[in-house]
């Protein structure tokens, strides 16, 4: 049978597809996290609109339905990324965290690693709603890794947070300085090892006298 070729063929006209609530807010959470491994690798700046929309499989003009702003999505994303190093924090000490983020696998997955670190610096320059992202992301990492030193005491429960804040500080800064070297580098090495020896040496001080606090207890 003779088919006419497609250009004259008739084309019905396409009905728009519906998508559930359920859809979108999955579609949107999928944006999100692209943009957070996006940003992670690039910086803020170092990606587009519509680049991050392509490899999130959307299209650019979707992009204001569901987003404000390119700050919001930024915010958004440097929340979504700090939740995951809480993540990966939550169960475990801090002397086992500093194991891991001061290791030569997390320098080099810039990614899917710590947002403090590989967008600290562009966060300082950016619109407010990013940089209290940040300021809450630090609050809640903190709260996580200071839990073991929670005290009635106010004056132990700051000291706590004061530790827990230099070591992070101290980690945040070494990673930094690592990846700022070419990757094949014996300083970005030497780097982590030097701090990761020193962060978990300061940590020793604080458990011994807690064991000598009990056993003058149990006497």
């Known amino acids: ?59 650019h003009g979707g992009f204001y339905k569901q987003f404000g702003s390119k700050a919001h999505l930024m915010a958004e994303a440097a929340a979504c990324g700090i939740a995951q190093t809480r993540a990966l924090a939550a169960g475990v000490d801090a002397s086992e965290f500093i194991r891991h983020y001061l290791s030569r696998e997390h320098r080099d997955s810039r990614a899917t690693g710590c947002t403090m670190a590989a967008l600290g610096g562009d966060a300082a320059r950016q619109p407010d709603s990013v940089r209290v992202a940040f300021e809450a992301g630090v609050e809640n990492l903190l709260a996580l890794l200071s839990r073991e030193g929670l ?50 040496s300061s940590q020793t001080p604080p458990r011994a006298e807690k064991a000598k606090a009990r056993r003058r207890k149990s006497g």
């Open 151 to 200: 005290s009635s005491d106010p004056a132990d429960a700051a000291q706590a947070r004061a530790r827990i804040l230099d070591l992070l500080s101290h980690a945040v800064g070494a990673i930094v300085l690592s990846r700022a070297c070419p990757d094949d580098s014996p300083l970005a090495d030497e780097i982590l090892a030097v701090c990761r020896d020193a962060i978990l």
């Open 1 to 59: 049978m003779y088919s006419l070729p497609l250009a004259r063929r008739a084309i019905p006209p396409r009905t728009p597809m519906k998508i559930t609530k359920a859809q979108a807010e999955a579609n949107r959470a999928h944006v999100v996290e692209t943009a957070s491994q996006l940003f992670r690798e690039r910086g803020f700046d170092g990606v587009g609109v519509a680049d991050l929309m392509a490899a999130a499989g959307f299209t």
